[in-house]
């Protein structure tokens, strides 16, 4: 039994990114949908799709195609991506308190009452919340 799916959708794309993998499939949610989304948006990885087909029980897989920069592909778009708020210990942050990931160059995730932005998005919206993980 799995006590943090989002730590263990993060792991999975760490472990996929270590291991030169094109793709990596982690059961879904509508939260791995939502940060499946903005990693897109960012252009942190190629794609996702929800596959429908590989059900155990109702609950879907989520394939995430990994995104590979440099001449001949081999530069992780993703250096790393880490999680901060957990279940023992929760990460919460006003509008004036939200970090800068990597001096600007990386981002934090985070849910607000408005839903999962980054944290630019947050700042313009003068929004704070939970800080579900830095991208960088």
């Given at each position: 039994?799995?006590?943090?799916?989002?730590?263990?959708?993060?792991?999975?794309?760490?472990?996929?990114?270590?291991?030169r993998k094109d793709e990596v499939?982690?059961?879904?949610?509508?939260?791995?949908?939502?940060?499946?989304?903005?990693?897109?948006?960012?252009?942190?990885?190629?794609?996702?799709?929800?596959?429908?087909?590989n059900k155990k029980g109702n609950?879907?897989?989520?394939?995430?195609?990994?995104?590979?920069?440099?001449?001949?592909?081999?530069k992780p778009a993703i250096s790393?991506?880490?999680?901060?708020?957990?279940?023992?210990?929760?990460?919460?942050?006003?509008?004036?308190?939200?970090?800068?990931?990597?001096?600007?160059?990386?981002?934090?995730?985070?849910?607000?009452?408005?839903?999962?932005?980054?944290?630019?998005?947050?700042?313009?919206?003068?929004?704070?919340?939970?800080?579900?993980?830095?991208?960088?």
């Open positions: 039994m799995i006590t943090d799916p989002i730590a263990d959708m993060i792991a999975r794309i760490n472990n996929a990114i270590k291991a499939s982690v059961p879904t949610s509508k939260i791995k949908e939502q940060l499946s989304e903005i990693l897109k948006r960012e252009g942190y990885i190629e794609d996702y799709v929800v596959s429908e087909e609950q879907g897989t989520l394939i995430i195609k990994l995104k590979y920069l440099g001449r001949r592909n081999t790393k991506i880490q999680r901060v708020s957990k279940p023992g210990l929760r990460k919460y942050v006003s509008v004036d308190e939200m970090p800068y990931v990597q001096k600007g160059l990386g981002i934090a995730i985070l849910t607000t009452n408005k839903g999962i932005m980054t944290d630019s998005e947050a700042r313009k919206q003068r929004l704070g919340g939970e800080i579900i993980c830095y991208v960088w």
